[in-house]
């Protein structure tokens, strides 16, 4: 077994495959220090407060590589300078290494505007302000949607929600004042109605029903009637209906009559006017605490009687009237007392 081993056969053919390996192995790093640029090592040059065109060509030259990071703004350097450099300058890399630029924008990263179009100005400025834009001017118009918010201009132009602009740009925001009152109503006949339309809305109010003569919904029919009448005064944000036809509204005057006598009113001017006097109330009126006078009854008197003598003549009878005393308030009547007649006396005779 050893001698097998030790034949010289063997010998050759296990130098041969060891010589074979360290060939390959000092081939492949060979290959790899020359693939790798192994030793061969470029300082960083230093390119800091130079403008990112200036050292991405020193970077070109040198035979390096770049990558830009735009860094947040900030307003005490120059716009497209370079801020920061990485590796340090100084350091050495091998050829071709991307070395990171950190440059200062142009301008402030852009935002998204929020959507707080018909929304309570108050809240609207909140949230404009948490997103970093900065309320301008405010301009208010008059409008039915009172302290809500009717749009946003940036640099004149309204701009749409999740628009893009630089950070704390500075925007006008236009607010609803209020409707405006007794605005007087235009004359739309004879208008088509996509006309009608638009003069409906420049001035302040909205299109209610639109009913089509013949029912095709076309927009350049004419407008023979409308509801309220032209002329009338009315607050901004009112409905005016329309009636529209292919017809003209001279063709249509049993039609316009008809609206008429369901839409316009007529005052009959012949009657009297109505007057309309004041009542007083007297439950309103203040009630005099004063209590009647107290009622005194009458004392019943007594009749005096005259004295009788004895005399041979019949003693007559008198009817004594006793007047009683009157009331404090005089609402007792007079009464009369009459004296009942007594009998007469017998005789006395005397011997």
């Known amino acids: 077994m050893l001698k097998s081993l030790f034949n010289w056969k063997v010998l050759v053919n296990l130098a041969v495959a060891i010589a074979l390996f360290v060939g390959l192995v000092w081939l492949t790093f060979r290959w790899l220090e020359y693939h790798t640029n192994h030793g061969q090592e470029i300082p960083v040059p230093n390119v800091v407060n130079k403008s990112v065109h200036d050292a991405v060509k020193i970077l070109e ?47 402030w990263a852009p935002v998204a505007v929020p959507d707080v179009l018909n929304k309570y100005s108050g809240l609207a400025f909140q949230r404009l302000d948490q997103v970093g834009l900065k309320v301008g001017d405010t301009i208010f118009e008059p409008s039915i949607q009172k302290d809500a918010v009717l749009r946003i201009l940036f640099k004149g132009n309204a701009i749409k929600p ?5 950070r704390f740009s500075i925007i006008d925001v236009v607010v609803g004042s209020g409707p405006m009152r007794n605005i007087t109503i235009p004359n739309l006949v004879g208008l088509t109605v996509k006309d009608a339309k638009a003069y409906i809305a420049r001035n302040l109010f909205d299109v209610g029903i639109v009913e089509y003569e013949d029912g095709g919904n076309d927009d350049s029919d004419i407008v023979y009637y409308q509801d309220p009448a032209s002329g009338d005064a009315r607050d901004q944000g009112m409905q005016i209906d329309l009636w529209a036809s292919k017809k003209t509204p001279a063709e249509l005057r049993d039609r316009i009559e008809q609206l008429n006598s369901m839409y316009r009113m007529r005052v009959d001017t012949t009657l009297a006017p109505i007057r309309y006097e004041e009542v007083p ?26 004295a009788t003598t004895t005399t041979s003549k019949p003693v007559s009878t008198k009817t004594t009237e006793v007047k009683p005393k009157a009331s404090s308030d005089n609402t007792s009547k007079q009464t009369t007392t009459k004296v009942a007649d007594k009998p007469k006396p017998p005789k006395v005779t005397i011997q």
């Open 61 to 107: 030259d040198t035979g390096l590589d770049y990558e830009v990071d735009s860094a947040t703004y900030n307003p005490k350097y120059r716009p497209f300078q370079v801020l920061q450099v990485y590796p340090a300058p100084g350091s050495r890399v091998k050829d071709g290494r991307a070395i990171t630029l950190k440059v200062n924008p142009r301008s």
């Open 281 to 306: 109330n007297f439950e309103d009126a203040p009630m005099n605490d004063v209590s009647p006078p107290p009622v005194v009854t009458p004392k019943p008197t007594t009749p005096k009687t005259s």
């Open 162 to 166: 999740g628009t893009k602009i630089p």
